[in-house]
C-alpha cells in the first residue's frame, strides 16, 4: 500500500511559481516511476510531467515544457514539481501518480495509486 499526499497549491499570479510537492510512504520509492497529472474544472484530467525511478528521465507535455520541471528525492520519498511563468490556463488541481514499474507510460491507466490533489489557482 503506497499513499501519496500532495502540498504547495495556492493562488498565484499570472507568471508567478509554484513547487509542489507529493509525499510518498513506503520503502521502494526508487522503484517506481511517478508523473504528475492536472483536472481543470470541467476538463478531463491530463498528463503534465513523468520522471523514472531513478529520476534521470524526464518527460512533459507540451503545454509545460520549458515552464515546469519534475524531480524526486529518493531519498525523503518525495516527489517535486517546480511551475514557473504560470498562466491562467494552469489552474486545475494537480495530483501526483504513482506508475506500477520504474519507467513512465505517462497513461493514466497505468498509474496504480493517486494522491488526492492539490488546488493551482493563476489569476490573470
Known amino acids: 500500500q503506497v499513499q501519496l499526499v500532495e502540498s504547495g497549491g495556492g493562488l498565484v499570479q499570472a507568471g508567478g511559481s509554484l513547487r509542489l510537492s507529493c509525499a510518498a510512504s513506503?520503502?521502494?520509492?526508487?522503484?517506481?516511476?511517478m508523473d504528475w497529472f492536472r483536472q481543470a474544472p470541467g476538463k478531463e484530467r491530463e498528463f503534465v510531467a513523468a520522471i523514472s525511478g531513478s529520476g534521470t528521465s524526464t518527460y512533459y507535455a507540451d503545454s509545460v515544457k520549458g515552464r515546469f520541471t519534475i524531480s524526486r528525492d529518493n531519498a525523503k520519498n518525495t516527489l517535486y514539481l517546480q511551475m514557473n511563468s504560470l498562466k491562467p490556463e494552469d489552474t486545475a488541481v494537480y495530483y501526483c501518480?504513482?506508475?506500477?514499474?520504474?519507467?513512465?507510460?505517462?497513461?493514466?491507466?497505468?498509474?496504480?495509486?493517486w494522491g488526492k490533489g492539490t488546488l493551482v489557482t493563476v489569476s490573470s
Open positions: 513506503g520503502r521502494t520509492f526508487s522503484s517506481y516511476a
Open positions: 501518480a504513482k506508475e506500477r514499474g520504474v519507467y513512465y507510460t505517462v497513461s493514466a491507466n497505468s498509474m496504480d495509486y
